[in-house]
């Protein structure tokens, strides 16, 4: 029997879980800094939510630099000072907005959307005139779109309702993610879209949805998040996960126009950065709004 074959698929599901595992470590330190730092400084704006908008923008800085590197793949070029600037801009603005404006901050977000929507029209001018100007325009703009707001949703939600909603939220995504992929490793069948991804499967996506749901009721249940019970946390849980596989079919697509097969190799069996973060870059605005209606929360 060839070892490559018997044994590759084997050594690399212990790489992704090995590297999973060490990645969830990492984010449930950074998330402890956040609620520690908070506790010991109450009254100190910049406590709360400090270290996850510092991880955040590391992550921004790195999903841009995969999104260009895609947008090159499809023939499009993005601006990479003004795209990366705006995306990180308004991805932290739920952070930094109310350390300058803590009464609210809502209506000064449209300003800054203006200031960088002109600010990509003036690089544009700056560095290349109106050579391929509406293509680099338009997928700098799609990237600030995709990265900030996703980024900007996440972030609310920890600064919003605190690190307890921002974890069951987060560990819904990502639990439906990885039930996912382990069900449908072993029991998938039937291709969900075949043309789009064909890793998917129906019995995975069921599987995962179902892995969300328990995974955010647990969360809810350990952290004390009264507000939602169990039952709600479950449904919601399922919810986010759709949410998130939906959001994960959207990378998708950009990798397929651009012909590659994930948007970097930042970690081995995971793909890049934005393969990782795409899911709750969607989900974010659909859980925020779904936590806003919640009374009590």
Known sequence: MDFKLCCAPNTAMKTRIFFGAVMIAALAAVLTLDWRLEQAWPLRPWAAGGPVASILLFLVVLAFWELGRLARG??????????????????????????LWPGGAGDALVALAGMVAGTIFAEQMIRFRTAEGLRRVAATSLGVLYLGVGTAAILSIRMTWGVAVLVMFLVAVKATDMVAYFVGSAAGRHKLIPWLSPGKSWEGTVGGLIGGAGAAALAAGLLGVRAIPLWQAAVLGAVFGAAGQFADLCESLLKRSAQAKDSGAAVPQFGGVLDMLDSPLLAAPVAWAIFSAIPGL
Not at 82 to 91: D, H, N, P
């Open 74 to 99: 499809a023939g499009l070029e993005v601006l990479p000072v003004s795209g990366l600037a705006g995306a990180a801009a308004v991805g932290l603005w739920p952070y930094w907005g109310r350390l």
